[in-house]
């Protein structure tokens, strides 16, 4: 009796490995450049959702495994849609909404977001290293929104990459579409760090851990408060940002902190 052989598995598109109170979340599509398909927009967006309720978890790490860290949208897939009665609208609008979803959760994400980035992050890739708290770079790392080069200006990127830098720097890499060196987008303001090639990974853990050695209950009410006031007046940016400190300075870890410094010790934070 002979047996057909077995259906192949395909490795999972996003990979979690949580080492101490840092979540690594690594992107899974090495072959297709690790673009952002719709079952891995789905499985990030899903997978950080599911991190804001895990107290345990004080940092998250983004990498992605092989050459390229993210082409952006698997325009494979979306050639596919094309295929639809409607054109695939239908499937481009869910998409992209899907896409803002997964961003925004990692804005809206209690934890800080550290991208570590190796080869090219290149549209919706370089919208997912914009929309992260900080960013470390190999050295021979790429950045571009290359969209205008296939008729296709790069709309959703532009909302994180414009967030990031300045008008007149995301317009010339919106309108050009020309790739910008690891040293330059640090210039720009699109990555914190550039480090020897091969080591972004590394650098990006150690600054993880310095992170998670702080009070997390004061590094969650910053973050919040530092992307609420990002959209505010300057008035009533300061108006939110002076109740939010006064509801810090009255934190557990506020005063033991205070108290730590003034006593000169190391504080014992209860991240509340």
């Known amino acids: 009796m002979t047996h057909s052989p077995s259906p192949e598995i395909a490795p999972p598109a996003l990979l979690r490995h949580d080492r101490g109170g ?15 398909s719709f079952a891995l927009m789905t499985t990030l967006r899903d ?3 599911q991190i804001a309720t895990e107290p345990h978890v004080r940092v998250v790490v983004i990498d992605a495994e092989g050459p390229v860290f993210c082409a952006g949208h698997d325009l494979r ?21 899907l896409c803002a979803e997964m961003m925004q959760a990692i804005v809206t994400l209690p ?15 370089c919208q997912l ?9 190999g050295e021979a790392a790429g950045f571009c929104t290359p969209g205008v080069h ?30 910008i060196n690891a040293v330059r ?30 009070s997390q209950h ?24 002076g109740a939010v400190m006064v509801e810090n300075m009255l934190s557990h870890d506020a005063e033991e902190g205070i108290g730590a410094f003034v006593d000169k010790r190391d504080p014992a934070w209860l991240d509340r």
């Open 22 to 36: 840092i979540a690594r979340l690594t992107l899974n599509r090495p072959q297709s450049r690790n673009a952002l």
């Open 47 to 49: 997978t950080l959702r």
């Open 77 to 97: 897939e979306m050639t596919d849609w094309r295929q639809a009665e409607d054109g695939g609208r239908d499937a481009f609008a869910k998409a992209f909404a």
């Open 111 to 125: 934890q800080p977001v550290i991208a570590a980035v190796e080869g090219m992050a290149t549209a919706a890739g």
């Open 129 to 137: 290293v914009a929309s992260c708290d900080l960013a470390v770079a």
């Open 150 to 179: 296939i008729g296709l200006f790069c709309s959703t990127p532009m909302v994180a990459l414009s967030r990031n830098v300045s008008r007149k720097q995301a317009m010339e890499m919106l309108l050009l579409g020309e790739r």
């Open 185 to 214: 987008a640090r210039d720009f303001g699109l990555v914190n760090r550039v480090v020897d090639a091969g080591t972004a990974l590394a650098e990006a853990f150690k600054l993880a851990d310095v992170i998670a050695s702080k």
């Open 218 to 241: 004061a590094l969650r009410v910053g973050k919040k408060a530092f992307y609420e006031q990002a959209e505010m007046p300057l008035e009533k940016a300061y108006q939110h940002a």
